[in-house]
């Protein structure tokens, strides 16, 4: 069995699964935040009028919650669901809360590897579609809508198909231009935005063993735009170094077996990897940054769970250090804790220099829906995951995926630029 | 199951289109419908009638894990959406949730339905007869779960063996 099959079969308490069983997984973690969170308290008013008992959960020492969408708070109804959200909280006894505006907060995703909310060979849901990105742990974590969310709420498993496999190996570390953003987009780029749609993506090859935590949990990420139930990385040192440094203790490590099988395996020499952008209107639109259409941005933008990590601010501030913006650009780390680190190790200083607006945590962006949207016709080159019509504001703009360096390099100057080609 | 489609000759329409963003603060259901296809075809609203079809390319429902997509679309009227491929997300929140059918399609039924074709669909034989064509399509049968959460009427209803 792969590693995925190996953590399913634990969680079902079955010696063996394989692709296409369907299962109830015993669930380890699960996440819900202030979208899917108060679409959760619909479901239990639903269950309530049909006399189905919601008054307990099946454990709310294993439940956390993040305030990460709409804060800080853009209009009444979302400051309505942050009450909401609290009294549920509140009332089901979820210690777990990461309120913004008390500590440490952030984006759902950073959350549950900062704060090592989740640990290798548990079974993790979420009620967001980037719950993926937890699998470069080690773990099973997989996105989930409100139903399915208030479901494992109630009996702590949920029901699952054992997917296919895909095997996605690099050979040698990725060059010092190249991220491991700009590594997902080529995939995606390849396989299509249908190409993982219900499988496993996993991660392997000494490329990957080389890379770091954060930059697994980027790939991870974006296995959400290539259709995947999940995507992963088997663990090692650096993973229990990273977890440990947060708190973890207990750690246990999941492996797949020497003969485990895959349903195909793609290769990828590192030393053939470039700098590529997303052009819009799709993630799977991957062109390489110097072959990049030469548009007059608007916008730059690094921020989201994808891309605003402390090693996607790191690189952001290599480019922007001594350099100025010449046009609008945003970046907004991902909790508070990478936004300390920033600023104690200076990159708040490098971004404002520079002339960028630092702003706080938020999903707000990245979704369209508030703190920096995009008007009719802008164009924007994004750390973000996704660029579909609207994305990111008005239906007629425009959005291009990158990696931070070529986000900070194009915020330089004004166009989609190689961080090579930087004078 | 009798109803008229509204045809989208379109692969990979996603979850931003079928509920933008900004509404995702939105958790009233009729609200929700109001704003059901925005991204796509502001007309939707207007021309949506209780107990239509969409009908779709590969991939319908591909991004963001919100449950606010099916509920829009099953709010506005929308029971059943016939496509060539499903992504996971919506294809579960659509069954679990018990908000409309996700049918998958082969190619010929896809390009043979045309937009406003007056459909039935019978889960119980897999047959999509077109009234409209006078012409009957197989559907992809539900695999095992699948049949058995829709029957039950969603996952909170449905008792594991």
Not at chain 1, 345 to 361: E, H, S, Y
Not at chain 2, 80 to 96: E, H, T
Not at chain 2, 110 to 127: F, Q, R
Request: charged share 25%.
């Amino acid at each position: 069995m792969n590693i995925t099959e190996k953590i399913l079969a634990r969680a079902s308490g079955r010696e063996k699964v394989s692709p296409d069983d369907v299962i109830f997984a015993n669930v380890d973690k699960v996440m819900m935040h202030d979208v899917s969170g108060p679409g959760v308290i619909k479901v239990f008013d639903k269950l309530k009028k049909q006399g189905i008992n919601v008054d307990k959960l099946w454990d709310p020492t294993k439940v956390w919650v993040a305030e990460d969408h709409f804060v800080p708070s853009p209009d009444k109804v979302s400051a309505e669901n942050i009450v909401k959200l609290s009294n549920f909280t509140k009332n089901y006894g979820i210690e777990k809360h990461f309120k913004y505006g008390m500590g440490q907060y952030g984006i759902c995703h950073t959350l549950s590897h900062e704060e090592a909310l989740v640990l290798p060979g548990e079974v993790y849901v979420g009620g967001d579609s980037h719950t993926n990105t937890t699998g470069a742990l080690g773990s099973f974590a997989c996105g989930l809508g409100h139903t399915d969310v208030a479901y494992v709420l109630l009996n702590g498993k949920i029901w699952f198909k054992v997917p296919h496999a895909l095997y996605f190996k690099l050979n040698g570390k990725l060059p010092e231009h190249v991220m491991a953003k700009d590594f997902i987009l080529k995939i995606i780029g390849d396989i299509s935005t249908e190409g993982g749609a219900y499988k496993t993506m996993q991660f392997g090859g000494s490329g990957i063993n080389e890379m770091s935590v954060e930059s697994r949990l980027t790939l991870c990420n974006m296995t959400t735009e290539a259709g995947a139930k999940n995507g992963i990385v088997e663990p090692d040192q650096k993973v229990v170094d990273y977890l440990t440094s947060r708190g973890a203790s207990n750690i246990s490590l999941v492996h797949g077996d020497d003969d485990a099988e895959y349903e195909k395996i793609y290769e990828y020499e590192s030393s053939e990897l470039e700098p590529v952008v997303a052009k819009p209107f799709s993630p799977e639109n991957i062109v390489v940054v110097r072959e990049a259409p030469s548009v007059e941005l608007d916008k730059s933008y690094i921020g989201s769970c994808t891309g605003a990590k402390y090693e996607d601010l790191v690189a952001a501030a290599t480019i922007l250090k001594g350099r100025t913006v010449k046009i609008r650009t945003e970046i907004l780390p991902a909790s508070i804790s990478i936004y300390k680190r920033a600023m104690e190790n200076g990159l708040l200083k490098i971004f404002l220099d520079a002339g960028v607006t630092v702003g706080p945590p938020t999903c707000g962006a990245c979704c369209g829906a508030h703190m920096g949207v995009l008007a009719k016709d802008e164009i924007c080159i994004s750390t973000t995951n996704r660029n579909f019509p609207g994305r990111m504001g008005h239906i007629d703009s425009q959005t291009y995926l990158s990696s931070p360096l070529v986000a900070a390099a194009s915020a330089v100057t004004g166009k989609i630029t190689d961080p090579r080609d930087l004078k | 199951m009798k109803g008229n489609v509204i045809k989208y000759e379109r692969d990979n329409i996603d979850t931003d289109v079928i509920i933008p963003g900004q509404y995702l603060k939105v958790h009233d259901y009729a609200e929700l419908a109001l704003h059901a296809m925005e991204g796509l075809d502001p007309d939707f609203h207007s021309k949506v009638k209780e107990g239509d079809f969409i009908l779709s390319g590969r991939n319908f429902g591909c991004g963001s894990s919100r449950e606010h997509a099916p509920i829009a679309l099953s709010h506005s009227g929308i029971k059943a959406v016939l496509a060539l491929s499903f992504a996971r997300i919506f294809y579960r929140n659509a069954v679990d949730g018990a908000f409309l059918l996700p049918i998958e399609i082969d190619f010929d039924a896809y390009s043979n339905i045309s937009d406003g074709d007056e459909l039935d669909i019978d889960i119980k034989t897999n047959e999509i007869k077109n009234l409209t064509k006078n012409k009957v399509y197989q559907m992809k049968p539900f695999s095992d779960i699948i049949g058995k959460i829709i029957e039950s009427g969603g996952l909170f209803k449905y008792k594991p063996d």
